[in-house]
C-alpha cells in the first residue's frame, strides 16, 4: 500500500457544521464521545488537522486515557501518535499546542515555495517538509507511509475534510451528529463544494451505528476495495 489507512472523524450539527461563528468553540460532542474518538486516536499512528484548526482550536492532539498511552508503550509504540499538518499558505505558530503538548514527532507538509518560510519559523519544533506546488496530496501520504505511518486518523476541519474525500482516500469515516441546528449562514461545514466520488451512483457503506448519549455516530467505508478496521 503507498498510503496510510485513512479514518476521517467529525462531529457536526443535523445541518452539517462543524462549528459556530461564536468567539468561544461549539461543544458538539459529549465526555462519551470524546472517549470513543480517545480510543481511534490510540489506533492511530499519526492525527492530521489543517493549519486553520490549529489556529482556531489549538488542540493538543494527544491520548487522554493514560490505559491507552499504558499500551501503547507495552506494544512497542509511542506513548501518543505522530502529529500531522499541512498549510498551502505556511501560516503556523510555533507556540501553538500542536508543536508544544506531547512528546512526539510533529510533520508540517507545505508547498515547496514557502518551505524554507515554514522552516524558519518553526525551527527545531517539527520535520517540514514540500509535497509539490500546488500541495500534493498523494505525494504527502506517500511521505508519511515511507515514514512508518500505516494508519492515520483526519480530524478537520472542513477544508482537510473536503481534501481528503474529494480524492478518494478516506477508507472509514465516523461522524457524530448532535441534535442541534447551528442555522449561520459563515459557519465552518463540515465539507465544502467539490466532486465527490462518494455521489448518489457510489454510495458508501454503513457499516455501524449507534446512540451515544442523544448524539448518533455512523461509520461509513467509502472505498469497496478496503476492509474495514475491525
Not at 48 to 58: C, E, K, S
Not at 103 to 115: A, H, I, K, W
Not at 126 to 143: I, K, N, Q, S, Y
Request: hydrophobic share 40%; glycine share 10%.
Amino acid at each position: 500500500m503507498d498510503r496510510p489507512y485513512v479514518i476521517a472523524s467529525a462531529a457536526v450539527s443535523l445541518d452539517g457544521y462543524i462549528d459556530d461563528v461564536a468567539e468561544a468553540r461549539l461543544i458538539l460532542s459529549d465526555e462519551e464521545d470524546l472517549d470513543r474518538v480517545d480510543e481511534v486516536r490510540s489506533w492511530a499512528d499519526a492525527l492530521l488537522v489543517g493549519a486553520n484548526t490549529i489556529r482556531t482550536d489549538d488542540p493538543r492532539l494527544l491520548v487522554r486515557s493514560a490505559e491507552r498511552r499504558r499500551a501503547r508503550v507495552a506494544a512497542g509504540r509511542p506513548e501518543t501518535p505522530a502529529k500531522v499538518t499541512l498549510t498551502r499558505c505556511g501560516k503556523v505558530d510555533p507556540g501553538a499546542r500542536f508543536f508544544t503538548a506531547g512528546d512526539t514527532p510533529r510533520y508540517v507538509y507545505t508547498c515547496d515555495s514557502t518551505l524554507d518560510e515554514v522552516r524558519s519559523k518553526l525551527g527545531g519544533s517539527a520535520t517540514v517538509l514540500g509535497a509539490g506546488d500546488p500541495l500534493e496530496l498523494p505525494r504527502m501520504l506517500a511521505d508519511l507511509r515511507g515514514r512508518g505511518i500505516e494508519r492515520l486518523m483526519v480530524e478537520g476541519g472542513g477544508a482537510v475534510h473536503t481534501l481528503f474525500l474529494s480524492a478518494g482516500v478516506v477508507d472509514e469515516l465516523h461522524v457524530v451528529y448532535a441534535p442541534f441546528f447551528v442555522g449561520q449562514r459563515d459557519a465552518p461545514r463540515f465539507v465544502n463544494p467539490a466532486d465527490f466520488p462518494q455521489g448518489p451512483t457510489s454510495r458508501m457503506t454503513l457499516a455501524d451505528t449507534r446512540q451515544i448519549g442523544d448524539l448518533v455516530f455512523l461509520r461509513y467505508l467509502p472505498r469497496s476495495d478496503r476492509a474495514g478496521r475491525g
